[in-house]
Structure formats: structure tokens, C-alpha cells
């Protein structure tokens, strides 16, 4: 279904990545390829014939709409052939990644998202690729802003997939089912409790208001501390935390709290839902009204449900701390001994206007004027929900901040700590110190 909603794309989402983030230098080459096309990007192997071989995360739905631009790619470049490797989940992915540089392995082509730093070691840097393979070197092409979160050192060391940020979906129909009201943005976190208090008072015996989201984002988490003004992970003084014991209190006493009031469900039944998708989401299965989700994964959960969802942004209070950040990036493996090929599938996968057109939205709205005009038209009402949500949150966007040092061990355990805390092994107060702790290990491995 289209949405009724006109959106000016290019003009709206520079304007919001340049309220996100301070330019920053990124040592681009001559222009003289600019003006051509991203299917005629200079370049041809000398071989005459290659494979490459392209990993990801994510769904079914994605891994078709991946393929269907690798054909597209082959298509115009029939000299490079693409292999592609979907491998599930994000923490199934990163598994299997490591297992394969460990073995000097790995594919061409790596999607990362924000924990790239911690692979910046087995990555090529990009910088000598723009303006040739890589046609990303114009603000005409692609959003300069987007480079920056995956700048570092002078160098661009992945490329953006598109932004998305932290939304709150609900189950619209199961909500007006219920006879409550709809929930609105911009809630305070007060606000939203009591929202749930009275939402629960009219739900099925069973069903939730919340998704316990205590701690299988490690994002929701920053989210709050960056709130609290204590943000878990900056680069000042070369990297540095200012989380506490007492905002990891907060945090987790806020959680057990609605636990005990009914408002998320039981250790048991969240236990059951890895949270990490929609085939394994309490929000899909009915067993929870909202849930936290990527902006990029709207689409997808509704896709999953005959029931109709809605979204709205995440509560707000104290400091500003909502991000747009750069959703997924792809870097090319400094081992692939065909770096030029892989840098002309970056540049076809975020540039191609018809290959913009098949990835849609599903790993976050896109960089590229060019794609962003192509697919204007093809807006559905969960892209015009996330839409909606970007411009509510334009006054209160801070800058895509770092992640913490070995963040998928620190997203791995902090969902240990959070089960651990749910089903009573730990109190609220011995959970905060041991987050702190982690936090503290992890940044100074």
C-alpha cells in the first residue's frame, strides 16, 4: 500500500545525517570519473573472469532481495561472477566470520555495522578506490556525511548500507481490538509506563503491553545512558566510558519493576524469543503489544504478521541521545586478491538506481540521492511511519557515537547478565556492578 504521505527524500535525509554528524575530512581522488555512471564505473578485470564472494546477515526476505542485485550486477558486469554467503542472524554471522579470517577464509566482501572497528585490522582501506570503482566521492551520488561514521584515520574503511535508528513498534490491531489508545511519540519513560499500566488492563490474559528489551539490544541500553549523561563508550582522551553503577541501577530496576508489575512478560516466556528477527520476536507471536526494533525491520515484522503494526519513537528524557547511525557497511577483506571487483559490487549495491529499487528500505533508507529519487515513490506506510519518526526526532539527534570496544562479546553477555537477572540470580544491584565491570574488561582489551 502506498502511503499518502509526499516525502522530499534527497532534501529530508541530508538535511538529517547533516544534523547527525560534524563533517569530518575524507581524502577523496580526482573527480574525472564522477560524471559517469555507476553501471560504467571505470575498471574491468584482467583476467578476464572472477568470483567473488559477498557475506551478510539477515532474513529470507533479504537474502532474496541480496540475490536479485547480485544478478543485477552480473548482469552488467558478466566478466565478475558473485557468490553469495547469507549467514543468518547478526550473531550467527559474526561466528561464522571470525571462524573464516581465522582461517584466512573469509569472503571478498563483509557486511559489518557499527562494530567495524573491530575489524578495522583485516580490512582495505577505500580511499583509493573513490572517484574510480567507488563513485561515492560526490554529495550528487552519496551522502559525504554517511562516510564519516566509517572514517577513521584518514581512511574510509566500510561503506553505509543506508541509516535506521531505534524505533518502538506495536500491534495496532490488537491494541484498538483491546479498546485503548494508540500510543504516541515522544512519551517520557513515565509516560510510557503508565501507557503500559493502562494498556494491560485491557489485554487478552497472556499478552504484555512490552517486550522485555532489558538487554537484547545493547543499543537501547546506550540509548538510556547516553540519556543519563553517562554514555557507555566515547573517543575522548582515546576512548573512554562514563557509565555507573547508579544509571546501570536505574536501568535494571526499571525492568524488574515491570516484571513484577506484568508489564513484560515472565523470565520463561522471554527466554523464548531470541528478539533477534521477527521469527523469533514476542511482538510476532502476540505475546507482547510493543517491541523495540530497527527502523529497517518494520517492514519486515509487518511482512511476518496479518495484524497491523505501527511505530513510534523511543521516550524521551534527560539529555539528547537519539541517533541516526549508519545500519550496515560493507568492507572489502584487505586478503581478496580482487579488491577492484569488490569495490565495483560496493559501488553498484549503494549507487545502482534499479538495484536501490530491489533493496528498497530492508537495511535502512539509503545513502544515495540517486537511489533515495528512484524509490520515492515506492513508499509503503511502514517507510512512511520511519519517515514520520526521523522528523519527530530532529531536535533531539546526536551524533552516531562509537561502539564499545569487542561489542559482540559485550552484546553476548549482556544478555547472559539480563537472563541471570530475570530468573533471579542476580539482584538488580549485583547486575549493575557486573555491567560495569564488563564494560570496564571489555574497553581495555
Known sequence: ??????????????????????????????????????AQAASTPADGSVTIRFGWWGNDERAAR???????????????????EPNGGTADHFQIINTQLAANNAPDLIQLGGNWPDYQQYLEPLNAYLGKQLLIDTPERFDQTALIPATRDGSLWCVSLGTNTLILAYNKTMIEAAGAELPKDLMTWDELLDYGRQLKAKLPQGVYPFVDNSTNTANYLSFFFQQQGTPIWTLDEGGKSYATVESARKWFQMWADMRAEGLIPDADTTATYGETGADNSALVAG????????????????????????????????????????????????????????????????????????????RGVPSSPVVRTAIADQSTEADAAVYRIYNAIADQMVPQGPNLPNDQEFVNELRLLGQSLAYGGVTVDEAAEQLIELIQRLSAK
Open 287 to 362: 505475546k507482547a503489544a510493543i517491541g523495540l526494533i530497527w527502523s529497517n525491520q518494520l517492514a519486515g515484522y509487518q511482512a511476518a504478521m496479518t495484524d497491523q503494526l505501527g511505530a513510534i519513537t523511543l521516550p524521551r528524557g534527560g539529555e539528547n541521545a537519539y541517533a541516526i547511525q549508519m545500519s550496515q557497511c560493507i568492507g572489502i577483506n584487505k586478503a581478496s586478491l580482487h579488491k577492484e571487483e569488490a569495490a565495483l559490487f560496493i559501488n553498484f549495491f549503494v549507487t545502482d538506481p534499479e538495484a536501490g529499487a530491489v533493496l528498497g528500505t530492508n
Open 1 to 38: 500500500m502506498r502511503s499518502p504521505v509526499t516525502i522530499m527524500l534527497p532534501f529530508l535525509f541530508a538535511l538529517l545525517l547533516a544534523a547527525c554528524v560534524q563533517p569530518a575530512p575524507v581524502s577523496a581522488p580526482p573527480q574525472s570519473a564522477a560524471t559517469v555512471e555507476p
Open 66 to 84: 541480496t540475490q536479485k542485485v547480485i544478478e543485477l550486477f552480473q548482469a552488467a558486469y558478466p566478466e565478475i561472477q558473485v557468490m553469495g
